[in-house]
C-alpha cells in the first residue's frame, strides 16, 4: 500500500457525459500527479500540482481539468466525455517538487469506461 | 525529448531462473531512472531508482538494475524467479524539461513459468 488514496474504483458512464475523480496523497506529500493508462497510449502524464498550484501540464484534454485543495487532495474533472477517455486514471504523490529524483508513489487507480 | 524503450513485450522464464527485463534510455544530460511493477488489478508499485553514483542499485522484493551509461541500458534484473514475480513492468526516465513527470516505457508482461 503507497498510502496514495483514489475514489471511485470503477466508473461507468455514458458518453458526453461529466465525472470528477479524486486522490488524497500521501501523508505529507505536497505534489500530486495524474497519469492515464489506456491501451494505445500507455502511461502518459497528464498533470502535476504542487501545494496548490499547477506546476507542469503534459498531454491533457482541454475537457480535463484538475485542482488540489488546500487539504492537498485533487480532483480531476473529465467532461464532455468520449468512447476515448476510457482509461486507468492513475494518481501519485511525492513530498516536494525538486529536481525530478523524488519517487512518486502511485495510488490504485480508477478505472474508467465510458459507453 | 527523453524517452525508454522497453523492446519486448513479453518476457517469459522459468520459476527459479534469472529473470532480466530490459530498458534503453534517450535523455539530454544526465538520467534518472525508475523501475515500477503493475499487478492485476493494482496500481503501480515502485521498485527502484538510479540517480547517481553506483551502477548497480537494489531494490524492492529482491530487483536490481544496472545502469550502463555507455549502452544507454538499466536492465531490471532478478536472480531466482518467483510466479508471483508475473505482473507487468515500466521502465520510466525524468523528463529532464519538466523535471518531475515520468515518461514510461510501454511496459513488459512478465510471465514466471511454475
Known amino acids: 500500500d503507497s498510502g496514495v488514496t483514489q475514489t471511485p474504483k470503477h466508473l461507468i458512464t455514458a458518453t458526453g457525459q461529466r465525472v470528477t475523480l479524486r486522490c488524497s496523497p500521501r501523508?505529507?506529500?505536497?505534489?500530486v500527479y495524474w497519469y492515464q493508462q489506456s491501451l494505445d497510449q500507455g502511461l502518459q502524464f497528464l498533470i502535476q500540482?504542487?501545494?496548490?498550484?499547477?506546476?507542469a501540464k503534459g498531454n491533457i484534454l482541454e475537457r480535463f481539468s484538475a485542482q488540489q485543495f488546500p487539504d492537498l487532495h485533487s480532483e480531476l474533472n473529465l467532461s464532455s466525455l468520449e468512447l476515448g477517455d476510457s482509461a486507468l486514471y492513475f494518481c501519485?504523490?511525492?513530498?516536494?517538487?525538486?529536481?525530478?529524483?523524488?519517487?512518486?508513489?502511485f495510488g490504485p487507480g480508477t478505472r474508467l469506461l465510458v459507453l | 525529448a527523453q524517452s525508454v524503450a522497453q523492446p519486448e513485450d513479453q518476457v517469459n522464464v522459468a520459476e527459479g531462473n534469472p529473470l532480466t527485463v530490459k530498458c534503453t534510455y534517450s535523455?539530454?544530460?544526465?538520467?534518472?531512472l525508475f523501475w515500477y511493477v503493475q499487478y492485476p488489478n493494482r496500481g503501480l508499485q515502485f521498485l527502484l531508482k538510479y540517480i547517481t553514483g553506483d551502477n548497480l542499485v537494489k531494490g524492492s522484493y529482491g530487483f536490481e538494475a544496472e545502469f550502463n551509461k555507455s549502452q544507454t541500458s538499466f536492465h531490471l534484473k532478478k536472480p531466482s524467479a518467483l510466479v508471483s514475480d508475473s505482473a507487468l513492468y515500466f521502465c520510466a526516465v525524468r523528463d529532464t524539461r519538466y523535471r518531475n513527470r515520468l515518461a514510461f516505457g510501454k511496459g513488459n508482461q512478465v510471465v514466471v513459468i511454475p
Open positions: 501523508s505529507g506529500d505536497l505534489s
Open positions: 501519485a504523490s511525492s513530498p516536494r517538487t525538486s529536481g525530478g529524483e523524488e519517487t512518486q508513489y
Open positions: 535523455v539530454s544530460g544526465n538520467p534518472y
Open positions: 500540482y504542487y501545494n496548490g498550484e499547477e506546476r
